[in-house]
Every structure is written in C-alpha cells, then in structure tokens.
C-alpha cells in the first residue's frame, strides 16, 4: 500500500529536520524550505517563500498532501519585534492560508505555536489558561491559534516549548552556540531569572507525529524539567566537563533587547503526558547529542 503524503513545512528548521527524520518510515514525506536545505534523504523538498499565499496554495495543489504538520516560522522574537509586518505575513498569515486549505480538503493538521504566548508573570501555564503575550512574535502566534481554531476545528495545536536539537547544518542553534562556546573556554552569559521547560527536539518531533491521531485539540509539549538558562549552561558543562567558571549568570533586565521578555514560561505538558507523550530527560539527551556536536 502506497503511504500516505504528508507536509511539513519548515523541513530545512530544527524541529522540522528532526520531524522528516522520524516521519520518513511511515510518511511519504514532503517537506518545505526557503533560505536553506532539506537535509533528509528520501524527503521530497519544495522551496516555497510563506509570505506569498499563492504559493503556497500552489505547493498543495502540487503534493495533494494528506497531512500536513506546519513547523515553518519566523521564529527569533527579536527579529519579529523589529519587523513586524514579516511576522504578520509568516507567522499570522501563511498559517491562516495553511488553515483554510487543510479545511477544504478535510485533511489533519499540526500547528506549532509557542510558550511564548504567555507572558510569564504566572507559570506553569495549562492549556486553559488565557493567553498573555508581550512579544510581537507572541502575540502572532497567539493570534494565528485563534485563527486555526475558527477556520479548522479539528486542527491541532501543539504548544512548543524552547527546544534544543543538534544536527548538522544547526550550527547556530542555542544548544550548538553554547557548546562551542565552552568548548573554546570563552564566556558564556546565561540568565539565572528566565525559565522554560525545554525540551529535545526528537522527543517533540514524536509528539507532534502523535499529534496526527488528536485531532481538534490544544496541547502543551513541554519537558518535565523547568529550568533557568543557566541551569542549562550548567548541565551542559557538566556533560563537557567545562569549567564553570565559565558560565557568567545575568539578570535579563541588565541585557535590553527588542523583545520584552517572558520570565517563566514553563509549560504544564500532563495531558500530552497522559496521551502518550514521553520527553527524554534533558540530561541523558545531552549526554548522547552534546559529543556529536562539530565545532
Ligand atoms: N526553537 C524553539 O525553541 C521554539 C520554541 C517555541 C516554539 N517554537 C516554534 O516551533 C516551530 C519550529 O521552530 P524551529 O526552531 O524549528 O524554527 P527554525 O529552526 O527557525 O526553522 C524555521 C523554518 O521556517 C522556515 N521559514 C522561515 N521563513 C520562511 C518563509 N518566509 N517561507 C518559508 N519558510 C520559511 C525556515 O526555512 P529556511 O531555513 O529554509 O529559510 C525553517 O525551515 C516554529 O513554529 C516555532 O515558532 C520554537
């Protein structure tokens, strides 16, 4: 029996490449990039620009994809902050299209929003809880869930919480930039009052295949571990064993940046737990991912 098609947009993305690595058994996987490559054998890429609607309309009329997971953002708050209309048209826009499309041919979709759409003053956070966002990223994506939810009821969104990967080509990641970093002895300057629930992007690129079978519902995807970026720092260099010292902890207030900054976003994550979902620990994924990580 041929398998069925399935999109993901954002294949050339962290979570995206992980995603078309785990798919590509079940899936005859499609998968969407723009300023960068597919790098997954046997994943067939489709350059398509998300702030123009008609091609994306022509990249389904293209695949006649039977599932689709949208992973692709713009995805840096600080670059949203500084280019708002660019997230409007990305992360708003090109979902809504990707909604409305899903919808008339009745076909699953996974939307992948982000913790970011609470603005941290009152964690954890439960899927019922109203969103807050500070951020124009979170306030566009928060903006593209109510979306989804009106056009497609049985869409899913899945709350992603900061997540780290390392693959080749993700150089410039947040876990890859903090082990080079160490690596090379130099600073590392992490906040000690910013908390997420982080969580590997393998153990969420197999929630969100999960997600394919939950139609219509909104879940959290986090780790079970809320920690501050400098516990993470910390972890790290204990898996390196770098020198501490190295690790220089900051208040975020003392480091202005475009975006305002949630404090505390971690996710509560129980029903994906009771559903199935098992993150791997933080630790023993650093453990096997940190090693193989080039410099
Ligand atoms: N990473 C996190 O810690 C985190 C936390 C919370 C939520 N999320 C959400 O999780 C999802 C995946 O994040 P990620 O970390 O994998 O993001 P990422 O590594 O930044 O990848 C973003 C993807 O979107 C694509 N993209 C960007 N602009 C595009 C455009 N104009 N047209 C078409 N494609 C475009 C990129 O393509 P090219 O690279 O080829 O240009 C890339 O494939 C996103 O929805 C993000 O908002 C991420």
Redesign the pocket.
Same mark, same amino acid.
């Given at each position: 029996m041929p398998k069925e098609k399935l999109l993901i947009?954002?294949?050339?993305?962290?979570?995206?490449?992980?995603l078309c690595l785990q798919a590509e058994q079940a899936y005859d996987v499609y998968g969407?990039?723009?300023?960068?490559?597919?790098m997954v054998p046997y994943v067939t890429p489709i350059k398509?620009?998300?702030?123009?609607t008609k091609q994306i309309a022509q990249c389904f009329q293209k695949v006649q994809p039977q599932a689709v997971i949208?992973?692709?953002?713009?995805?840096?708050p600080n670059s949203c902050e500084q280019q708002p209309e660019?997230s409007r048209?990305?992360?708003l826009q090109?979902t809504v299209e990707i909604a409305q499309l899903c919808a008339a041919s009745k076909i699953p979709l996974v939307?992948?929003?982000?913790?970011?759409v609470f603005n941290g003053k009152d964690a954890p956070y439960y899927e019922d809880d109203p969103v807050s966002p500070i951020c124009v990223?979170g306030e566009h994506?928060a903006a593209a869930e109510e979306a989804v939810r009106e056009i497609y009821s049985k869409a899913t969104i899945y709350? +992603?919480?900061? +997540?780290?990967?390392a693959a080749p080509g993700?150089e410039s990641?947040?876990l890859a930039h903090m082990v080079r970093t160490l690596r090379n002895k130099e600073r590392l300057i992490l906040f000690t009052d910013e908390f997420?629930t982080?969580v590997d992007?393998e153990s969420?690129a197999s929630g969100l295949l999960m997600a394919l079978k939950q139609p219509g519902v909104l879940l959290h995807l986090g780790g079970r571990r809320r920690l501050s970026r400098f516990s993470m720092g910390c972890l790290i260099a204990d898996v390196l064993k770098a020198d501490h010292a190295l690790l220089k902890p900051m208040l975020a207030k003392d480091l202005p940046m475009p975006a305002p900054r949630s404090p505390d976003v971690s996710l509560s994550s129980e029903r994906a737990y009771v559903l199935g979902y098992a993150p791997e620990d933080l630790v023993s994924y650093l453990e096997r991912s940190v090693p193989g990580i080039v410099q």
């Open positions: 947009t954002g294949a050339s993305g962290l979570l995206g490449h992980a969407t990039c723009f300023q960068n490559e597919v398509l620009d998300l702030a123009d949208h992973t692709a953002a713009f995805s840096k660019k048209l990305i992360n090109a939307f992948t929003s982000s913790d970011l990223y994506k709350r +992603m919480p900061l +997540m780290l990967g993700f990641g947040f997420r982080a992007t969420a």
